[in-house]
């Protein structure tokens, strides 16, 4: 698996690997996370080896506690439905779990683990005091009324409760999980608690303990890290092409931020196609279309008279110089991203989970593209998560602009942490590796620290 020059280290390394894969049979996408981390880890290993004295990579990969649990719940035919749930408490070295809650019928074990292992990282990098976890179900919101909605949530939240707490597990939302299932799970949280603990979850309404900012936050941090990674070119990204897969929350805000630093955006997608405007996407008619009344982008392109809806081939084959893959994960492949690198792109930057298979990342490298992975390109979500767990703490609630300037900050900082790491450990330019290092540092001197547990 890792290419070394040194066979110790790379025993070491495939060792733990085949543990992974030993251990966790069949998930592939854990799998997947799991190795792009370790590829990145044979020179810090060789200057540090006390994190393999101390089995810190082994302990890395195996979660502190993993839950399932069966969701009950009655449709509004009065039929009994059965989901399972989920929460993987992976690390806590550095504070309390925190990563979100994903309602998605592709929702499995895997599934959780690979992004509760992506949150480690993706939160170390964000210098706040937070450890990773996941979670959600296989629920699937599409298609449900309120009232379903609300009373899935509310058994969810029925077994989860006895998991979660400011001090121990703070969850979000992700994909299915907006404003209205937080609610609902708050509500029932508080409910069988009879306390009113906000900093037990975050992403919720302003009118109960909210973030201002927190809606935008994953969108528009991604755009921030780009633009800080074109600025070591020389590059801005004002008057760039840009494309945008997914039309959610974080594509919808991704595109909204680049257009207001000046880029033109002109395609998004969902499941059942993408669409191209040459105008530059209205972002308000996109939120209205896709949040407000949960149509389809076939119904924006619809009412916009120069756009145009198509259901063959894939968004990724319009022509752009910057890429932000917003929709979930292994998305954009290797031939995608041979189309792209041959349209001219300059950069890429992951607004979702893992979008890039590894084929895709290899031809980034090989075609000199820009690459920000999403445990630092999309930290900027948990960063606000992590701000509205300060307001909670400390009864306040800060403005938009005060928010917004400390989540570019952070991101700011986010990108030079990947960049220094790169540079110190032989890979200038690499922004997978420089993200892995740096975060795997940070979270390894604080295992350490704390002693075999």
Known sequence: MVHTQTPALEKHLDAAY???????????????????????LEPVVAKHPEYAAGAVIERLCEPERQVIFRVPWTDDRGRVRINRGFRVEFNS???????????????????????????????????????????????????????EIMRFCQSFMTELY??????TDVPAGDIGVGGREIGYLFGQYKRITNRYESGVLTGKGLAYGGSQVRTEATGYGTVFFTREMLATKGLELAGRRVIVSGSGNVAIHAAQKAQELGAEVVACSDSNGYVVDEDGLDVELLRQIKVVER???????????????????????VACEVALPCATQNELDGRAARTLADNGVLAVAEGANMPCTPEAVAVWRERG?????GKAANAGGVATSALEMQQNASRDSWHFDHTEARLDQIMVDVHTRCATAAEEYGAPGNYVAGANISSFVQVANAMLALGVI
Do not use: C, M
């Open 369 to 373: 593209v820009l690459f920000a992975p």
């Open 93 to 147: 070295a550095l504070g309390p779990y925190k990563g979100g809650l994903r309602f998605h019928p592709s929702v499995n074990l895997s599934i959780v683990k690979f992004l509760g292992f992506e949150q480690i990282f993706k939160n170390a990098l964000t210098g706040l005091p937070i450890g990773g976890g996941k979670g959600g179900s296989d629920f699937d919101p599409k298609g449900k009324s309120d009232a």
């Open 162 to 167: 006895r998991h979660i707490g400011e001090y």
């Open 18 to 40: 085949g543990v992974v894969l030993g251990r966790n049979p069949g998930e592939s996408e854990f799998h997947q996370a799991v190795r792009e981390v370790l590829e990145s």
């Open 295 to 317: 149509g389809r982008v076939a119904d924006y392109a619809d009412q916009r008279p120069k756009a145009t809806h198509h259901t063959d081939g894939s968004v990724w084959d």
